[in-house]
């Protein structure tokens, strides 16, 4: 009986990345890099499998053991506090958490502010620690059109080049939490596994070091 190592990999460039971070880790699986419509890989030779799965859905695969491991953003662990190890920040896919709004934007603190955000619990969390009154406008993408068309005062939401809030005249009011990428493990499967993930942590952690 063989004993895989599966990986959930966020599908996308940040996931190609992380695939060869995972290569040079001695898991190597070239079947990956065929250019197809496959989803799940593996290599019998060094006994691993990966997935491709939504980026925010790894920690679910991995919190419910389906994935013996993944690589997911710290937005997604700070927004669903999924119940996995975080044993690695891999410093890439790098972002802020950010506030944003129209460039007239002025707080008036004496009336609730209306929030749209994918993110429901990072605002809230964060709107709780200052104390200030909101209203939460959940939206599944395309946040900075909210405040363009009235429909929130602020957006709370990632920043990486800037350049979707500078294209829809947006500014920054804060940039408050910073995200990268986190190696995460299921915790039951990471004590029968642990040499082969102790392994990876070990060369991805090297890996980071020069990035
Ligand atoms: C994310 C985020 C911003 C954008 C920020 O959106 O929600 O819209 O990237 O990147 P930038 O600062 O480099 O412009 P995503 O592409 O995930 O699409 P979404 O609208 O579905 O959230």
Avoid at 74 to 92: F, G, H
Avoid at 171 to 176: A, G, P, Q
Avoid at 187 to 198: D, G, V, W
Wanted: proline share 4%.
């Amino acid at each position: 009986m063989k004993n895989y190592l599966n990986v959930a990999l966020p599908k996308g460039r940040l996931g190609e990345k992380v695939y060869y971070m995972f290569e040079k880790a001695g898991f190597p699986c070239p079947a990956i890099k065929e250019n197809n419509r496959k989803l799940i890989f593996e290599n019998p030779e060094v006994e691993v499998r990966y997935f491709w799965v939504k980026p925010s859905d790894v920690a679910i695969y991995v919190e419910r053991g389906a994935a013996d491991v993944g690589v997911a953003g710290k937005d997604i662990l700070l927004e669903y506090s999924p119940d996995v190890y975080e044993l690695l920040d891999l410093k890439i896919g790098k972002c802020d958490m950010a506030v944003a709004a129209k460039a007239d934007f002025k707080d008036d603190r004496s009336r609730t502010l209306n929030v749209a955000t994918k993110f429901t619990n990072i605002a809230k969390s964060y709107y709780a620690a200052q104390g200030r009154d909101i209203d939460i406008i959940h939206l599944n993408g395309s946040i900075e059109i909210a405040p363009i068309l009235g429909l929130s005062d602020v957006i709370v939401d990632i920043v990486e080049t800037g350049t979707t809030l500078k294209e829809n005249n947006l500014i920054v009011v804060e940039k408050f939490q910073p995200i990268s990428a986190r190696l995460i493990a299921n915790k039951a499967n990471f004590k029968f596994k642990s040499e082969q993930i102790e392994k990876i942590r070990r060369s991805l952690f090297e890996q980071t070091e020069n990035i």
